[in-house]
């Protein structure tokens, strides 16, 4: 007999779900100071579903977000420090030979965890870094001719170093198209980097944070994500943003797309409504398709990539009548 599906929850419920959500921003954003829209941005990834890249200078406070990031998700936490002699076992996992079972039982790797912290991602070698692909999409690992499903919730953060540091490797067009954001912390303004060095914020308080809410609230939080609606209006626009990239030789996949999308309904949904604008996939774009592809046949650095794709939005309609 087939189980009749769960009712949706009181609209109570949701509300007190989305405060706590706000309630972990605004937490975080006491540790990582100055950096609230990174923060929130952040946060929107993980009920997105979506992985997340960050990139910048060391000792702007990667990591730190990373680890809060952590925090107030709960639930399991694994780091990986990148590392060129990194091998594919030390990540995944190795089946290892049990002489009691007489049997090879599998031993977990680190990327079992609710929340993943690849720190220098572009450090690990390609060989390495490929074994991160099937993680990142299906959320599971295959080895030897076995499947082992990740933990859910499956949060991976990463970060990079730019690069022309030394060590360091570019990552493939496949390996950055699985991340669902790109973020740039920069340089903390005077008053938050005092803070920081006086111990207020940054690492040293990382202790101070709890969890948002518990796994089930993740989950259930990113489950309402999911079905924020998106009316045609606003499906035509994100197909003509998308058409204009690609003809702007830009490369956008069509799980982009999907992120881009996913991303749009996380930030509706923080702001208390259960339907997408083009504001949204405005806000959420340059983020989304910062360290993706090419513009004009050519590879450009995020600064530059982010000003083009503000150009384009300023240059494709939206058409947007006010339906949803």
């Known amino acids: 007999m087939r189980a009749e599906p ?19 921003v605004q937490a975080l954003c006491r540790v990582v100071v100055g950096k609230d829209s990174a923060v929130r941005r952040s946060v929107a990834v993980m009920l997105a ?19 809060g990031l952590s925090r107030i998700m709960g639930g399991t936490y694994q780091r990986i420090q990148g590392t060129n002699d990194l091998l594919p076992s030390d990540l995944v996992g190795v089946h290892l030979w049990d002489s009691h079972q007489q049997a090879f039982r599998f031993q977990q790797g680190p990327v079992f965890a609710n929340v993943l912290l690849l720190d220098e991602l572009n ?28 933990p859910d919730p499956f949060f991976a953060i990463a970060t990079q170093n730019p690069m022309d540091h030394a060590g360091t490797f570019p990552l493939p067009e496949s390996q950055i198209d699985r991340f669902a954001c790109v973020l740039h912390l920069g ?25 948002a809410m518990d796994l089930a609230g993740w989950r259930l939080a990113r489950s309402l994500v999911h079905d924020v609606r998106l009316a045609d209006a606003s499906m035509a626009y994100l197909e003509r943003v998308v058409e204009r990239i690609r003809n702007d030789k830009g490369f956008c996949s069509t799980r982009a797309a999907g992120h881009w999308l996913a991303l749009a309904k996380a930030e509706a949904w923080l702001d208390a409504r259960d339907f997408v604008t083009p504001d949204d996939l405005q806000a959420t774009l340059e983020d989304v398709m910062a360290h993706r592809g090419t513009l004009d046949g050519r590879r450009l650095n995020r600064d530059d990539r982010r000003e083009q794709l503000g150009r384009l939005l300023s240059e494709v309609p ?4 006010g339906q949803h």
């Open 49 to 67: 579903a979506g992985h997340l890249l960050i990139e910048d200078l060391p000792g702007v406070g990667k990591t730190t977000l990373a680890k």
């Open 123 to 150: 450090r690990i070698g390609p060989k390495t870094q490929s074994a991160l692909m099937e993680v990142l999409v299906e959320g599971q690992v295959s080895l030897d001719r076995a499947s082992y499903a990740l």
């Open 187 to 211: 340089y903390p303004d005077p008053s938050a980097e005092r803070l920081v060095l006086r111990g207020e914020a940054g690492t040293e308080r990382l202790e101070s944070l709890e969890p």
């Open 318 to 321: 939206v058409g947007w009548k």
């Open 6 to 24: 769960a009712p949706p929850p009181a609209p109570a419920a949701v509300q007190a779900l989305r405060e706590s959500v706000l309630a972990g």
